[in-house]
């Protein structure tokens, strides 16, 4: 641009010179970035390469056609995984949803529901997933409420709402202490009542600033839907284990566990941008 010319972009000679060097700066980091990568690589796959045990390793995880043998089945089990993850995470949105409006309440006279609540979230975050998948696969049966056999899918898809109802009940909770008290002073104000503020007003915004939470609660319950094998549900964990008994060879193991990750990256991924959206959504204007 000549000296006598405007500058109709807006954008100063001193900004442009900020963002070429911070633009080759991002580059630089790329490319460094590509070589460590590729130098750990390479190292890693000397030291596998070299070990004394990667023949037997190799033939015994990474078989070329025990993978290809386990794909179907293993396939057909992950389909069980995933009809078992739908239904627990609309089940495990609604009573989260509740338990955290009950901790919400304020005055003395709904103590009782706090306590329950606080009692809920206390008990099913501190017991562990596969006790409670013991208790409720083998407990409610024990009942003898039906004579008809329970599947054993929705005795696992229970099991799953009463644990991870607790821990997103407690990222709701924080999400709603989050909110700043004026916005339900201003709704109140307005003539809402407590559950409509909570609803319209309050609710949208701590689930706002508590997703990149909530999407890391349901990549853990991606994986745990895995343990429901243990009451004897074929899903892929449990096609892996029959593969392995029949052959004698741990691959299935490795191609179940592939398909976990496959099913759980879409979502990591997604996580991780929002965390990053959200961050520099907090930071503008802070950048110096």
Request: glycine share 8%; charged share 15%.
């Amino acid at each position: 641009m000549k000296a006598d010319e405007p500058d109709v972009t807006g954008v100063s000679d001193l900004e442009r010179g900020r963002r070429a060097f911070r633009r080759g700066r991002a580059t630089r980091s790329v490319l460094i970035s590509l070589g460590s990568t590729l130098v750990f690589a390479v190292v890693i796959g000397f030291v596998l390469l070299n070990s004394p045990g990667w023949a037997v390793t190799r033939e015994t995880f990474f078989n070329p056609e025990y993978f290809v043998a386990a794909l179907p089945a293993v396939f057909d089990g992950l389909l069980l995984n995933i009809r078992v993850l739908l239904m627990a995470v609309g089940g495990v949105a609604a009573l989260a949803v509740v338990l955290a409006g009950l901790r919400s309440l304020r005055g003395p006279v709904f103590f009782p529901l706090r306590f329950l609540a606080a009692a809920y979230t206390d008990l099913f975050r501190g017991m562990p997933f596969l006790i409670v998948l013991y208790l409720i696969g083998f407990g409610i049966p024990a009942l003898g409420f039906t004579t008809s056999i329970i599947p054993v899918a929705l005795l696992g898809t229970v099991a799953l709402i009463l644990t991870y109802s607790a821990y997103v009940a407690e990222v709701l909770r924080a999400g709603i202490e989050a909110v700043h008290p004026s916005q339900r002073l201003a709704a109140r104000s307005l003539g809402l009542s407590h559950y409509a503020s909570l609803r319209l007003v309050v609710l949208p915004q701590a689930i706002r600033k508590v997703t990149p939470a909530l999407m890391n609660d349901f990549v853990s319950m991606q994986k745990d839907v895995g343990l429901i094998s243990v009451l004897g549900a074929v899903d892929a964990v449990r096609a892996a284990q029959i593969q392995v008994a029949t052959t004698y060879n741990f691959t299935a193991y490795v191609v179940a566990g592939l398909m976990f990750v496959a099913l759980s990256w879409p979502f990591i991924r997604f996580t991780d941008a929002l965390t990053a959206r959200q961050q520099a959504r907090e930071q503008i204007g802070g950048l110096v």
